[in-house]
DNA sequence: ATGTCC
């Protein structure tokens, strides 16, 4: 582990970073760690390997904090991993036809939502059209293969056959989280809450159900996508990465706000790398560790929720354009399949935009943070799918003066 | 990240 430098300011919550020195961290995200450390009530913050920059607050990061600080959890409240092991074996498992049977899961899902939402005993919002779609981002729902058992026992234990695959979904809760977030801060504006205030009590409740919705959402997008592949599954996990939630403490509560960071307290949990690269299924170390103290566990219970972006959104289109046409990136380097319409997500999300999963969970086992069970190989990655018309052209009609010349073809 | 943006 190292430390950051010393910097002036009030003295106020001790700062890890779980980083070796190979990991390759930009230093506005270190800025930005210290920076939110230094809010009043924060007690410990630490940076996680993935760590990265976010628009105020790092990304990859958790902090324990007297006060509740809704800007620090992010409008993506609740978002996080799903996985489930399928009932299809790999070797018969073709991925460019599974991928002419996956479609409109953009849309408003068909079946009974009423039914549904109380099964899941998810009280009803104005965003429930959305519900059972993925979104953009880095969202995404991916049929793996397993690739290398390294804990033969753990990988047992969770009933898991190497043979099957399995599926991911990364979603959060969207359009709620958003509006929850915004509601707050138009009153409050960024600073922390006193938990037993109404503002506070008002936000947690929001925040509590947009959690809620977040996971009912990814069992949606998982319920969709299995139904299309005729395949059945059985859910082995879920986590949540971006959420704030209280923890006791040497007899006080405390408010444990994970910003990109997946939990140590909850059984195993994935950590993914880009959909060209292994993804990394993790069994935490820190479950016994009691009584909980930032003392003995600077990790504040968390580890990396993926392996971190490296270039910012929009910046990777103009780095691979020249080097890289959409059709590349719709095939990865492990032999998986993309599908994706939108070619700014495309570029966004191109393995390259990150940084090297294999490099950010070494420094959580060398932290002594986590053990590998398995690794995992992407076989079909679904990003956005568009109305077959719609692909690769144009997102909406231009009016014809708008439109660009048309240029030479190579 | 965002029923994304005019």
Known sequence: MREPSETSGPAAASVHLI????????????????QTARLPGMRAAVGLPDLHPGTGYPIGAAFL?????????????GCGMGLWQTDQAMRKFKSERAAERLSGLEGPWDGDLDGWRAEQGLAPSAFDQALGTIGGGNHFAEIQAVAEVLDATAFAALNLDPERLLLLVHSGSRGLGESVLRAVIDQHGHQGLAPAATAARDYLQAHDHAVHWAEANRRLIATRLLNALGMDAERLLDVWHNLVQPIDWAGETLWLHRKGAAPADRGPVVIPGSRGTLSYL?????QSRLPFAPATDPSLRSLAHGAGRKWKRGEARPRLSTLQRPEDLRKTALGGQVICDDKELLYDEAPEAYKAVDRVVADLVDAGLCRVIATLRPVLTYKLRRAAGLRDRQRAHKPHGARKPKRDRR
């Open 19 to 34: 980083a070796s020195k190979d990991t390759w961290i930009e230093g506005g995200a270190v800025r930005q760690l210290e």
């Open 282 to 286: 993790v069994e935490p170390l820190l």
């Open 65 to 77: 904090s007297e006060l509740v600080y809704p800007a620090l959890v992010g409008n993506d409240i």
